[in-house]
């Protein structure tokens, strides 16, 4: 998580390909503090504010247990429960 956490704030914003069929859905990546926020390409270029899913981190077990919580949650149809799950691994 450390390692993410300071590729983050190096680079707030990353575009993530996602497979699907023949092709990929591009996603744009923003990272703000312990939470990131994924948004398709199409919605980031015309400033929507539709969310397609959110990624909490809870880091309150990090220096006792080396361990993070996430909790991720679809806002839009756009992606399956499987997808969801892709881009968080």
Known sequence: FRTLKANAEACP??????PRGEGYAN?????????????????????????????NFFTELL???????LRGEIKSN????DEAAKMVR
């Open 13 to 18: 914003m990353f575009v993530v390909p996602l």
């Open 27 to 55: 996603l744009v990546w923003q990272a703000q503090g312990n939470r990131v926020l994924f948004k398709t390409l199409e919605g980031f270029q015309q400033n929507s504010p539709v969310i397609d899913l959110g990624v």
């Open 63 to 69: 220096m006792s247990h080396q361990l993070v919580l």
């Open 78 to 81: 756009l992606l399956s429960k």
